[in-house]
């Protein structure tokens, strides 16, 4: 059963630093773009940045510069450093990513269950 594990959630304060980390875990997959997203309460869950397997990247402008997203493919994990933290980024992080079976033209898409990430002023 294929599944997506985000950890790396925290209570940081204003100006501090974290990294999430999100693992693809499943017999013999292939995971092509991987994904991060976060929801606020009360708001609609929102694009944060993306990765592809080749290592292209695209961020949404509201973090670009503050966050960073890599991915080690070996592990099928992605990371996102998060500098210059604020209180608006206050959110519940979310790990997507599409996963297909080696060998299938089939791929899903799946979620993680996501990680608190909570910055103070």
């Known amino acids: 059963q294929e599944e997506l594990v985000e950890s790396g959630g925290d209570s940081v304060q204003f100006g501090e630093s974290l990294t999430l980390s999100c693992a693809a875990s499943g017999n013999n997959i292939e995971v092509d773009g991987m994904s991060w997203y976060r929801q606020s309460p009360g708001a609609e869950r929102s694009f944060v940045a993306r990765i592809f397997e080749d290592g292209r990247t695209g961020y949404a402008d509201i973090i670009k510069g503050r966050f960073t997203i890599s991915r080690d493919n070996a592990k099928n994990t992605i990371y996102l450093q998060m500098n210059n933290l604020r209180p608006e980024d206050t959110a519940v992080y979310f790990c997507?990513?599409?996963?297909?079976?080696?060998?299938?033209?089939?791929?899903?898409?799946?979620w993680g269950q996501g990680t608190q990430v909570t910055v103070s002023s």
């Open positions: 997507s990513a599409n996963i297909r079976r080696a060998g299938s033209f089939i791929t899903r898409n799946y």
